[in-house]
Each structure stands twice: as structure tokens, then as C-alpha cells.
């Protein structure tokens, strides 16, 4: 079998849209095109049911109620209106709020805003592994915290965080306890009539639906209020106005039903798959896995390689689509933040690599990958003075560079 | 980042790359730039009696455009003499690669590696000088 290049393998980023999910969402486009919120006449009814049933598999898939499920445009603004709608709701009991240095930019960045108009907030550290300490977060609470934000899965690590447990503890103490879980539906099993869980975002593009639509789970017992971040015609009980894109709820629910009835199956094989790019590349010297492997979903492997720079790398692997730690396009080279939280150096954080598999990757391409990756390592490192000097014995940590 | 088609050839095809004798007291070796900063070049000369550059070599950990940057300038380099290579400037090397504003810094380490393989070579010339 031929395997076609760029391969594939930036799955975290986003995925194609499912073949069976963009078929199903094609009539409302064209022939049920009615507002759901037009409630005088066939068009309107025949859009709102379809909504409704999206509602009940995108519930299903994480045993909520529906009604618990708030329609957005994606996980970015569902962070945006669980983290900013609780923290301003609940702001006379309290302006302290924490989360997680490796929390994705649309929670942390909505936390620093929250910071400009007055409230405090506490960025705690995960462990070298990439997972949040249970004591150290319980340490971290303090009487005026209301609201703690933790991801469900890393984008960039693919580490599973012990939501329960941390749950739990908010739970204890009475603060909203917030989870993105964009990352995580399809992955992990999510079952929110038993997790201590209050906000939970959603991202449909991650799971094979389209891209541009998401939702909030906003938990009704105990009852967790939220401030409206976008104010008209009072749609989603008035959380969310804007007319609902009946088109992109409906693949978002036929996208999460997909995941539901066949992620037992798909998570086996992509396990499968994950291990044996694993094994491959760590037939290479100096390579390092980033991020806890047991606590971890089986679609993540995410690693840096010693001795070489990140952007030739990136170059040099042009055959496959994935993600470097690297931010090379601005003037600073800034690496991973995620990565850096982990204690990871400047270099390490700049090679690495997160590859990430999913539904349609085959073994061609996982064998395809491995070939590449050891062919363009070693032209990389046969240029490379740093590791002549480790092939030497010299200890990197103790030269002193001419830094310019 | 789009690169130009002659970065990507001294990408695809270094030139001169490898390792020349450091300790030879022809041969001049420049180590530039820190690991943390992305980039770190090695550029060795090794002259001839006449003063000569007749061999370089390098190795370059960095971007695209640095690994570029001191494969051209070992091409550059060759067959010139010390007071000659002293005048190439990055703005030179950075024009020749049409290097984008934030690769500037590429050209600008194959310059100092320049500088500093010479100024090596100089300081082991002038011991051997001094000790003869």
C-alpha cells in the first residue's frame, strides 16, 4: 500500500469532519434551513427538533441532562463563558480564582483578563509529568477562591488530569470547578452524572465534527449560574443569544453519537498505533517523552529530540503534519509555555514534536513516520556541533556559550 | 515561514559539511551562538603557506536559515585570504539568501563565526610565532 504524503498526524489540532457527520449536515443547509427559533411554522419546528436531538447525543456522550447543554461557537468561548460568567456571578463571595500553567491559552488567557478588572488568580504548576499534585492544588485554595479551572486532557501532552479527585476537593469547599475537556471527548469516558463537576467546555472539530461550534455544560444540580457574555435575543435560556447554526449542531451531534457508539473500538486501535510510533522512534539516541505515558490518552506521544533545533526540524519533516513546540514564525523563539512548565529546558522544549493519531491514520503511515523520522534525525545530527560535542563526552550544561 | 530557494538548497545540500583537526595549527575553529538561543555555529578554516583559506568545514545547529547561512559562507570563504573574509558582512549573507527580517540574526552569526575562526587561527599563529 502507497502512503500519501503530508501524512496526517496533527489530530489535536484538528480533524477532518467525518464523512457520515458532513452528510448528515448538509439538508440543513439547503432544505430545512428554518430558524430553530421560529416556533410558528414547520421550518422552525423541524430545525429546533433537530437541535434537539444534536443536544441529546452531545449529553449522552458525557451522561448529562440535555438541558444542561449550552450551544457555542467552540471550546474558546465556552472557557470564556464558564470562566468569566461564574467568576463575575460569584464575585461577592470571593475574587480569587485558580488553575493550571499548562491550562490551554483560552482559559488562561481569559483568567488574565479577569485579573485586569480586579480579581487574583493563582497559575499552579503540574508536576515534571505534566499532572496537577492533589495536595499542592488543595494547597493552592485559599477561603475567597471561587472558581478552579483544570483541563480534562492536555492539547499538547495528552495527559488525563484526576478531575474527580480534584473535584472533589472544590466540592468540599464550595467553589465552581471548571474542566476543558475539548481535548478529551471520544478519548476519555466522561460520565458527569458522577464526576464533581461544574462547567465543562466542548469542542465538536476535535471529535470529527465540523469546526465553529461547541458547547458548555452547565451543571442543574447543584444549580452553577453563570453571567451572559453575549447579550440578545435571549436564546440558550439566555446564556448564549444568537441564532443557533442548526447545520453545525446537528454534526456536532451525529459527531459525539459517532464517538460514543465506536471509541472503545478506535481507542484500541489508536493505542495500538501510539505504541508502535513509540517503539520506532525510541530506537533513536536521546529522545525524551514529554508528559506523564500511563496517565495519557492513546492518541498523544509527544517528544523532544536531543541535539537538534526545532524549526530544521520542523523542515525537515515537511512528509507529515504535526506540531513542534516551537513557535518559530515570531521574532523571539519562544518555545512551548506547556513545556516549559514541565521543567523542560529551552532546547528540549524547542525539539520536540507532538504527534497525534487518530481515526483514519493506518500502520503505513506509522511505519512511514518512524522511517522518516530516523533518516532526518541523523542528517540532522551528522550538522549538528552539539552532538559531536555529546559523541565527545562534553557536558553541554558546562560550556560556556558566546550567547549574543 | 516561507524560505527562499537558496536556503532551502543549502538546506537540502550543505555544503562543506564535517570536521577539520582542531588542534592542527593551520586550521582555525569559530564557535558561535548558545543552545538556548536556538542556534550555535562551528566554522573551521584551514590555510595554506600563502595565507590562503584553502579548506572549510561547519556544522550548525539552528533553522533553516542559520544551517544556510554557514553553508554559503563556506563557500564564500574558500580561496580567500584571512584580511578577505574579514570584509564579508551579514548584510551580504542575508541579501544573497534573501533571509526575512527575523532571520537577520542567521547572517549575523555567520558572520561573528567568521570572526572567530580567524581571530583562533591568529592567536595559534601567534603563539607558534612567538614560540619559534
Not at chain 1, 75 to 87: D, Q, R
Not at chain 2, 13 to 23: E, H, I, Q, S
Not at chain 2, 31 to 38: K, Q, R, Y
Not at chain 2, 74 to 101: F, H, R, Y
Request: with cysteine; glycine share 8%; net charge negative.
Amino acid at each position: 500500500m502507497t502512503v500519501h504524503t503530508p501524512i496526517y498526524l496533527d489530530y489535536s489540532a484538528t480533524t477532518p469532519t467525518d464523512p457520515r457527520v458532513a452528510e448528515k449536515m448538509i439538508p440543513f443547509l439547503t432544505e430545512h434551513f428554518g430558524n430553530p427559533a421560529s416556533r410558528s411554522h414547520p421550518f422552525g419546528w423541524t430545525a429546533e427538533k433537530a437541535v434537539e436531538n444534536a443536544r441529546e447525543e452531545v449529553a449522552k456522550l458525557v451522561n448529562a441532562d440535555p438541558r444542561e447543554i449550552v450551544w457555542t461557537s467552540g471550546a474558546t468561548e465556552s472557557n470564556n463563558l464558564a470562566i468569566k460568567g461564574a467568576a463575575n456571578f460569584y464575585s461577592g463571595k470571593g475574587k480569587h480564582i485558580v488553575t493550571i500553567q499548562t491550562e490551554h491559552k483560552a482559559v488562561l488567557d481569559a483568567v488574565r483578563e479577569l485579573e485586569r478588572v480586579g480579581f487574583e488568580a493563582t497559575y499552579l504548576a503540574p508536576e515534571p509529568n505534566g499532572l496537577v499534585d492533589i495536595e499542592k492544588f488543595r494547597a493552592a485554595l485559599r477561603p475567597d477562591t471561587v472558581l478552579a479551572s483544570v483541563m480534562l486532557v492536555n492539547n499538547e501532552i495528552g495527559v488525563v488530569q484526576d478531575i474527580e479527585a480534584l473535584g472533589n476537593i472544590c466540592r468540599e469547599q464550595g467553589i465552581i470547578f471548571h474542566v476543558d475537556a475539548a481535548q478529551a471527548t471520544g478519548k476519555v469516558n466522561i460520565d458527569l452524572e458522577k464526576l464533581p463537576v461544574d462547567l465543562m467546555s466542548f469542542s465538536a472539530h476535535k471529535t470529527y465534527g465540523p469546526k465553529g461550534i461547541g458547547a458548555l455544560y452547565v451543571r442543574r444540580k447543584p444549580r452553577v449560574r453563570l453571567e451572559a457574555q453575549m447579550h440578545g435575543g435571549g436564546h440558550e435560556r439566555g446564556l448564549r443569544s444568537g441564532t443557533l447554526a442548526t447545520h453545525q449542531i446537528v454534526g456536532m451531534g451525529e459527531a459525539f453519537r459517532i464517538a460514543r457508539e465506536e471509541m472503545d473500538l478506535e481507542n484500541a486501535r489508536i493505542r495500538r498505533l501510539r505504541d508502535r510510533l513509540l517503539t520506532g522512534l525510541q530506537e533513536i539516541d536521546e529522545v525524551y517523552v514529554n508528559g506523564d505515558m500511563k496517565q495519557r490518552v492513546p492518541h498523544n506521544l509527544n517528544i523532544s529530540f536531543n541535539f537538534v533545533e526545532g524549526e530544521s526540524l520542523i523542515m525537515a519533516v515537511k512528509d507529515i503534519a504535526v506540531s513542534s513546540g516551537s513557535a518559530c514564525t515570531s521574532a523571539s523563539l519562544e518555545p512551548s509555555y506547556v513545556l516549559r512548565a514541565l521543567g523542560r529546558s529551552d532546547e528540549l522544549a524547542h525539539s520536540s514534536i507532538r504527534f497525534s493519531i487518530g481515526r483514519f491514520t493506518t500502520e503505513e503511515e506509522i511505519d512511514y513516520t518512524i522511517n522518516l523520522m530516523k533518516s532526518k534525525i541523523g542528517k540532522l545530527r551528522e550538522l549538528s556541533p552539539l552532538w559531536e560535542m555529546h559523541l565527545e563526552g562534553v557536558d553541554l550544561s558546562k560550556v560556556e556559550w558566546a550567547a549574543h | 515561514m516561507a524560505y527562499s530557494d537558496k536556503v532551502l538548497d543549502h538546506y537540502e545540500n550543505p555544503r562543506n559539511v564535517g570536521t577539520l583537526d582542531k588542534n592542527d595549527p593551520t586550521v582555525g575553529t569559530g564557535m558561535v551562538g548558545a543552545p538556548a538561543c536556538g542556534d550555535v555555529m562551528k566554522l573551521q578554516i584551514k590555510v595554506n603557506e600563502a595565507g590562503v583559506i584553502e579548506d572549510a568545514k561547519f556544522k550548525t545547529y539552528g533553522c533553516g536559515s542559520a544551517i544556510a547561512s554557514s553553508s554559503l559562507v563556506t563557500e564564500w570563504i574558500k580561496g580567500k585570504t584571512l584580511d578577505q573574509v574579514m570584509e564579508i558582512k551579514n548584510s551580504d549573507i542575508a541579501e544573497e539568501l534573501a533571509l526575512p527580517p527575523v532571520k537577520i540574526h542567521c547572517s549575523v552569526l555567520a558572520e561573528d563565526a567568521i570572526r572567530a575562526a580567524v581571530a583562533d587561527l591568529k592567536a595559534k599563529q601567534g603563539n607558534t610565532q612567538e614560540a619559534a
